[in-house]
């Protein structure tokens, strides 16, 4: 076994503009003889996450560690493990250095961007920082000349994680071989975690004769890549930056990064030269730069919609596709649904509604007025709602989505609750009652969580237990069983609570996004034919059809006299 020694020491501040950090272990001694002085050294953030990585070093003696592109603004933990064996000692120095990176101009962009506030006031830029931030036990070097030129850019927050930025002067971005030109974008705020990073690049033009000449781009989190053209993987000290190109040959260039990490992101810049020469050296590119923050890429496109969602405190947005298509944002169309396919997808969900109207007739005939006018309802805003889910070009709303699904929703389980009701053949007052405030309550529930399994299944349960204590009760008081026809029984109910069962087993077990459109569509059709099985018969009308309707509907104040049997009879 290898045994350690741990040993962890302060943290070491990164200030702005750091190129390069320079960690010096000296004085290494041992206080057993004959034992090389080895360890093991990590460096790391104090608050890592996942998008950062860590640095480790094996060094016996002295050590030399250099970082190009430390984070900027961090703090740096510094842990050490001795290799040297049980028992042993260790001791030594820590020597923290850095080496500065100005930039070309007088100002700080760092400085200038953390000057405006979220309400776009824009002061004075400020200076270089000053070494006293430092700690004591570093030394910058700051060498003559600058190495960067930075671009001052405004954040605008337009909505919720909605940014755009904007660059102050020129639109043009003059880009050099010498120098890299640098961009801040400030996603510090935790929401912006939740959107998703665009930048775009446009080449407008170049110096003549320099050919086919190559601008070569780095994003970066907590610290940019100042060597552009000696590096190609966009590789901070302990980040892995996103790398994009354009040429003459190529003028545009798209990088999309989807929930970035919350901090500041640097884009770098630099007019790389196939063979350096002086021409080279002084040549200029101009390039148009378009970033923003946007919840999700395109808005999806016409295949799927954009959703904000909120999970354990954190808001963020992301595409929902449709009719197989993918994608961060919904442009993979390698599993996508043909036209024809889709206008059958939508024929099916909405035609398939139609299976109501036997259920809407036989409740008509029985006059069960209630059941006839919720199950018209239903048919129609779910007709609707699915004409208006499907994606695509084959679509049509006759008003807000929102609204006709939360309509689709409520008619279904309302439907459910009005048929078990009707079944249970309780006092007329009270079944009304029931009716309608079974129905605030759904609604109630449905404005709290719509897609909650609950909201279907206490409604069931609840009219259930009702219908179940009003037949055993009918039970009890007749001595037997109740409904009292097994024609009843045979050829009405059991057919339709098999039809209810066999659809509550396709829509909870079977369903999935790739079916959806045959499943979903047989769960319309066999919960509608069950309504014509479950209905139980009306009353026994003792006068003609025309006027027992009318008597029924405007008999007012007069008493009435109720003919109806409360037993089932086969009819």
């Keep these: 076994p290898v045994f350690h020694t741990l040993v962890l020491f302060p943290r070491v501040f990164v200030p702005s503009y750091s190129a390069i950090l320079h960690l010096e272990l000296g004085a290494c001694t041992v206080n057993v003889s004959s034992t090389p002085c080895a360890v093991r050294v990590m460096l790391g953030l104090v608050t890592l996450s996942e998008s ?91 060498p003559p000349g600058s190495c960067l030129r930075d671009h001052a850019v405004i954040r605008e927050d337009l909505d919720i994680v909605w940014v755009r930025f904007r660059i102050l002067g020129d639109t043009n971005i003059p880009v050099q071989a010498q120098l890299p030109s640098l961009l801040l974008l400030n996603l510090d705020s935790i929401a912006d975690s939740g959107g998703t990073l665009v930048v775009n690049l446009l080449l407008n033009k170049t110096s003549p004769g320099i050919g086919n000449a190559t601008v070569r781009a780095c994003l970066s989190a907590a610290s940019p890549v100042l060597s552009l053209n000696a590096t190609e993987d966009c590789e901070t000290a302990f980040f892995q930056g996103y790398g994009l190109n354009v040429s003459t040959s190529s003028p545009e260039a798209s990088l999309v990064v989807p929930y970035p990490e919350s901090d500041n992101w640097f884009l770098s810049l630099q007019l790389v030269c196939p063979e350096p020469s002086a021409e080279y050296l002084q040549a200029k590119a101009q390039l148009v730069v378009l970033a923003y923050l946007s919840p999700c890429v395109d808005d999806c496109g016409m295949y799927g919609q954009c959703s904000l969602m909120r999970r354990h405190g954190y808001l963020y947005a992301g595409c929902n596709c449709k009719a197989g298509w993918d994608g961060w944002g919904c442009t993979d169309g390698t599993k996508a649904q043909s036209l024809g396919a889709q206008t059958l997808a939508i024929l099916l969900l909405t035609l398939s509604n139609l299976l109501f109207l036997p259920a809407i007739v036989v409740a008509l005939h029985r006059y069960h007025l209630v059941e006839a006018a919720v199950y018209t309802f239903t048919m129609f805003f779910s007709a609707f709602y699915h004409a208006c889910d499907q994606p695509g070009v084959v679509v049509f709303c006759i008003m807000d989505y929102d609204t006709l699904q939360y309509c689709d929703f409520l008619g279904s389980v309302v439907s459910l609750w009005v048929t078990i009701l009707c079944m249970a053949r309780i006092k007329t007052m009270l079944k009304y009652v029931l009716c309608v405030l079974g129905t605030l309550f759904i609604a109630m529930s449905l404005s709290l969580d719509r897609r909650g399994v609950w909201n279907m299944l206490g409604p069931s349960l609840v009219a259930l237990t009702i219908m179940t204590s009003a037949w055993v009760f009918r039970c009890v008081n007749r001595r037997h069983c109740y409904p009292p026809s097994w024609r009843r029984w045979a050829f009405f109910l059991l057919p339709g609570v098999g039809l209810a069962l066999v659809a509550g087993s396709v829509y909870a077990l079977t369903e999935t996004s790739e079916n959806y459109y045959y499943t979903h569509s047989l769960w319309h059709m066999l919960v509608a034919t069950s309504l014509v099985f479950l209905l139980p018969p009306g009353e026994k009308q003792q006068e003609s059809w025309s006027w027992s309707w009318s008597r029924k509907l405007f008999c007012r104040y007069e008493i009435c006299q109720n003919d109806r049997d409360e037993m089932y009879t086969a009819t």
């Excluded at 250099?66 to 740096?76: C, M, V």
């Excluded at 962009?109 to 776009?120: A, E, K, T, V």
């Design 52 to 142: 950062f990585s860590r640095k480790e070093f094996n060094c016996t003696g002295p050590c030399n560690l250099f970082l190009a592109s430390p984070p900027w603004e961090k703090w740096l933990r510094i842990t050490v493990d001795s290799l040297s064996g049980p028992g042993a000692g260790v001791s030594f120095t820590v020597t923290a250095s850095f080496t500065a990176c100005w930039p070309g101009g007088p100002s700080s962009f760092l400085s200038f961007f953390q000057s405006l506030n979220r309400s776009q006031e824009v002061s004075q830029p400020g200076g270089r920082p000053s070494n006293a931030t430092l700690p004591a036990n570093t030394e910058v070097a700051d």
